[in-house]
């Protein structure tokens, strides 16, 4: 127990006497979670709208007044052919083309008619697209119910489903993605920092020394893994209480419980850069070696695009992905306040995995050196 | 829906990807190989032998120039005729795009590693900073129109989103370059900063 302490002395001490690095791994990352949090955002205003008004009767100037006032669409061009719209479209001048047809006012007057209106939205950028077609659609059928009259019921009951969901999405997107981030880059370190170190103390030669002494193996180890532990904590802590302060994400559910979730999750990353180091030679294998493990994790994790959606074979290997879980759990605890039952599966997996890994690492640790 | 019939992600997602990883392994290549001939201190012969630092630079970043490019092209073909991404445009042109930004992202390496000491803190140094504001700001996985402000600026500084608005122009719309010299003109012009700066960071340490 002694020389696991004194290890960890050592360690704190080679940490905090790097004037370089420590800010690396404390600062920077919970600065970026916040910086980057305030990118978490798919609402869109000042959309640019072109115009190619093919009716020009009072309807169709209503209708591009409802665009052009609800604050997401600037009109910036009138169009009146198709060459110049695909001309504003291939030179990114304009998000959506808003085409209105010859007879339009005639035809919204009939009951039964659908929307006579048609957009050309520029969908290079596919969740930009989807947006401003939601936009759009709202817009219209806004436009439609008023014009046919509040008596037709149906109609105006099928849109209000819409406009709701499309006009509160900047405080939630927030909070989800907060705590996804903080996980992301504290993971992405800590696999990073425990590869790099094991390697280093390998390429001076310092490892040399510390096998010569009565230290064991698991001690060594231990000893290793400790500090990052604590450093771990701290980004996480560190990222979740100033977006408690900065963006009020919600914490609904047990922080301790997180803090239990925490702490056995940390292991598994650590075991992973652990077992990286010892797979590998050099510092930049390692570094190399982490990063496509790193990216993996991070685009698979279920924060930016949903996992449900992955073929099978990348759900399936997405098992192994520590990040995956935490996005879950983070959801669970902080957005929906659940309790122990529910975390219990993903505190189990992770114990499994944690020890797994790690076990892994030693033994292959035993055998390199 | 112009552009993109069915709105697929992979229009957007590919680009991005090419542009993360050519960005990360380029930086990484050369920060990291520099800072470890100061760490072995074969900088220092280096830079006692006649050579020029312009001469070290560009030595340094030929090598990992073909093979950044090589990278990208492997890339682009998966992403072809692996998952469907269209080649509308100019071969030659898109060629030209990931020369442009490889050198860039190159340069911006020899940068990180002229200001840092060891190869844990060249590394820190491009994969910290480098990988979480590129994926998040450069129009990848959140619009850019939709960043507040000082994002925005942020945005317009990473190479990687002006490489994306090329990728995407020149692949999918098939943009001539009367179209795109914008974002080219940007990214040489930021590759002239990154290696005027790191050649005189390379003079004041000699």
């Known amino acids: 127990m002694r020389n696991i302490l004194v290890l960890v002395r050592k360690e704190f001490l080679q940490i905090f006497r790097n004037r370089q690095l420590l800010p690396f791994m404390t600062v920077l990352p919970v600065v970026q979670v916040i910086l980057l949090t305030f990118a978490a955002n798919y609402e869109i205003k000042n959309l640019r709208l072109g115009i190619w008004d093919l009716d020009q009767s009072a309807s169709s100037s209503q209708l591009v007044h409802k665009f052009t006032g609800a604050n997401f669409f600037q009109a910036t061009d009138l169009i009146d052919n198709q060459k110049k719209a695909d001309d504003l479209l291939m030179q990114d001048a304009i998000d959506l083309v808003l085409v209105i047809p010859k007879d339009f006012e005639k035809n919204s007057k009939l009951q039964n008619s659908p929307p006579a209106v048609q957009f050309q939205i520029n969908a290079l950028n596919n969740s930009k697209a989807g947006i401003v077609q939601n936009y759009a659609n709202a817009i219209t059928q806004d436009f439609m119910s008023e014009l046919r009259g509040n008596a037709n019921v149906i109609g105006s009951a099928k849109i209000i489903p819409v406009t709701n969901f499309w006009y509160n999405p900047t405080l939630n997107y927030k909070t989800i993605m907060l705590p996804g981030i903080v996980a992301e880059v504290m993971t992405l370190i800590i696999i990073l920092i425990c590869a790099l170190n094991v390697v280093r103390e390998r390429e001076i030669g310092t490892i040399e020394q510390l096998n010569v002494t009565p230290l064991k193996k698991h001690e060594f180890i231990l000893g290793k893994l400790i500090p990052f532990w604590f450093i771990g904590h701290f980004i996480f802590w560190a990222g979740i209480a100033l977006g408690r302060l900065i963006f009020h994400i919600p914490m609904v559910g047990s922080l301790g419980l997180l803090e239990l979730f925490l702490a056995i999750f940390l292991f598994v990353p650590l075991g992973i850069g652990l077992f990286i180091s010892t797979a590998v030679e050099t510092q930049q294998q390692a570094l190399f070696t982490s990063f496509f493990f790193i990216i993996l994790f991070i685009l698979m994790c279920g924060l930016f695009t949903p996992v449900e959606t992955m073929p099978d074979w990348a759900q399936w290997v997405n098992q192994l992905n520590p990040l995956k879980y935490f996005v879950e759990v983070n959801r669970l605890i902080l957005l929906k306040g659940s309790g122990f039952a529910e975390i219990y599966p993903f505190i189990l997996k992770m114990f499994v995995y944690g020890i797994g890994i790690n076990a892994l690492a030693i033994w292959r640790f035993k055998k390199t050196s | ?206």
């Open chain 2, 1 to 206: 829906m112009i552009f993109n019939q069915r709105l697929l992600s992979v229009y957007l997602f590919i680009p991005g990807v090419i542009a993360l990883i050519l960005l990360i392994i380029s930086a990484l290549l050369t920060s990291v190989t520099l800072a470890r001939e100061k760490e072995t201190g074969t900088l220092e012969l280096l830079s006692i032998s006649p050579i020029s630092p312009y001469m070290i630079i560009i030595g340094k970043v030929i090598p990992y120039l073909i093979l950044s490019l090589l990278n990208s092209f492997i890339i682009i073909l998966l992403g072809i005729f692996v998952f469907g991404l269209p080649m509308v445009g100019s071969v030659a042109l898109l060629i030209l795009a990931c020369f442009v930004y490889t050198v860039a992202s190159l340069s911006l390496g020899i940068l990180i590693s002229t200001r840092v000491e060891t190869q844990q803190a060249a590394m820190f140094a491009s994969l910290v900073s480098l990988m979480m504001p590129t994926m998040l700001l450069s129009g990848f996985i959140f619009p850019i129109e939709s960043l507040p402000l000082p994002l925005q600026l942020i945005s317009n500084i990473i190479p990687a989103t002006h490489f994306i608005i090329l990728i995407k122009s020149i692949m999918i719309k098939g943009a001539g370059i009367s179209l795109i010299w914008k974002p080219f003109f940007i990214l040489i012009a930021m590759t002239a900063v990154f290696i005027l700066v790191s050649i005189q960071s390379l003079k004041r340490n000699k």
